[in-house]
């Protein structure tokens, strides 16, 4: 201004502590001028429009620094302008004839630096880079626009140019780069000519600001229209940023397995943005394949849609595992140190052989839960290693991964040395990443079920009816019924039986029955087979499951139909056993066949009468006495008919099993 003209210009400071100001700076305030020049400047002066000056006075008022600012600090400038001096002008905000009008009054706030993560390049922290909002009272209006910044900018462009504005993508490079948004691993000189790299750093720019709209909009107009090449240099693109986050997700991840490093706050948000960078990976692959699904298999697939496919799984199983590392970490599962969490390999590893020593041949709900998982032949429960275990967050099962990684939960908060303290655990997983309640019950219900608490894994499992595994109801069921609680597993048979349709279902379901001492529902399960093939396997083992339970006995009065009649007949001459061939004469005399109950005395007397056993002659010899009494009733001529008249039953064919 002219020493002999008064300054009359509005003059507004924004407070705002700049990360960008050094500390050592007496005044390290960003000062923002909003100036009218027609009002102070005469007519002759070559500025004739109002402006808002941004300044860093930590900079500004260095000794190194010109006197006067580069002529390229606009905010419209394409390069990137000077570290302390930034101007936006209003001529294009006040309307018709802006260059002549004042502005009386103003109101600037909002001034926020783009928001960058670590490390933030330097030009990101210039005057040029803020975000600014602006309020102005003129002679007849008031006024109210925004300035984005250089690098707000540059992004809000390239979200409005589309997939179209990457078909020639050098001003929208240009853009970027002036703006200081391509990452270090784009400088590579002289390169940047090139279309290929150009738009691979365009789509970069956009991953990494979240523009997950041009990224889907490019790769399906790429599907759709392009070319080969628009194809490959995707894949080649998404390969080379999966590989770059895998390689982020090592650096971050291995050391809290080590117990060398914690994750403190910047580190934290660094964290947090690699998941988000896989997620919106994973969202855009699965937009780009999802239409494939039902039009090609795996196989139909080119190489270059089966590399994206296999870049869609890393992605997706990457950021699923990072999600639960970050959840340990906030859990205090992680990392790993003595003073902390340490990972009991060793008290997991003695329980679970002595519980697996006391199922034999039989396995555990937990070996059942961990071959649903694909991909994981080789994992046995529990890992030897923390960093073992949460490997399973790499296979594709997610229900599967949840019920495992709340069961690992049950058994660390059940473990004496840690008692009390992670009780809790099971709750905020399943809040965390929304398990769904009743596969949360399930899992804790097959925990209490391997532990043998089945009171416990009874009301769990239960609780909301729904299958989530097609062995879910036999394990449960066969695992009661070996620990010696029938009337458990008959309750369980019950609310699930209906689900079990399958050959070794019905068998299971036989046993239970059986043990449970009801032999009438047991008889109701069969009889649909008698005409199938498995009727004899069914029977077999029906009369099996009675025999060991001593109770076949039972089976002398109850009613049996033809089929049912002529089956237990055999399989009592044919069983090995002594007393089984001693209940088939106290069967005939039962149904009043007295001549094939003398027959089959006449058969067994022998072998009664060597034995050493003084009970067994004895039996035989109340027998003899029996059956003279009943052969003494019988009209002369029955006692003279031949064999095949003796009983008129269905023929059967018999395997005993």
Known sequence: CSPSYPVALPLVLLLSLLSCCSPSRPVALPLILLLSPSSCYP???????????????????????????????????????????????????????GAGKSVLDAVVGGATPFPSLPPVPESHMWPSSLSIDFRGLTEDSVVQCSFFGLQRNAVHELCCAGPAGLAVPQRLFSLCE?????????????????????????????????????????????????????????????????????DEKYRLCHPLFTGSAHLDTPTLVYFRRTIALLRHLGNLLHSVLSPLSQLETEHAMGETLQGLLTHYHTAVMSWQLLEVIEWCVNSRLLPLSSAGFTYPSSALGRLYDALRGRQQPHKLAIDHIVEELQGADDFLYPAHAFEGFLAVFTTPNIHTQHCLMIYFLCDIAAMEEVKGRFQKLVQDYSAAFRVPPALRSLAQGLWALDHGNFEEALKLITGDGVQWFPWQHSVVMAAMLRGGEPKLALRYSHLFGRFMSSLPDAKLRVSVLVAAETISPALDILRPFQNSESSVELYTHFLDCCFQTKQLRKLVGFPLDDYEEDFFCGYLEDHPCLQAQELLVAFYLQRSRFLEARQMNEKIKPIAMADTDPKVKERSQFRDSLLTGYLRCMPSILLELPPQYLHTGTATQRSVV
């Open 43 to 97: 007519p002759s002066r070559p500025i004739t429009l109002p402006l808002v000056l941004s300044l860093s006075l930590s900079s500004c008022y260095s000794p190194s620094r010109p006197v006067a600012p580069p002529s390229s600090c606009s905010s419209s400038s394409r390069v990137l302008g000077c570290s302390y001096f930034a101007f936006f002008s209003l001529n294009h905000c006040l309307g018709p004839g």
């Open 178 to 246: 002036s703006a200081d948004l391509l990452l270090p691993a784009w400088d590579l000189g002289s390169e940047q000519s090139d279309t290929r790299f150009q738009r691979k750093a365009l789509l970069s720019v956009a991953l990494e600001h979240d523009l997950m709209s041009l990224l889907i909009g490019c790769s399906r107009a790429w599907m759709d229209g392009g070319s080969d090449s628009d194809l490959a240099l995707l894949a080649e693109w998404v390969g080379l940023k999966v590989g770059e986050l895998m």
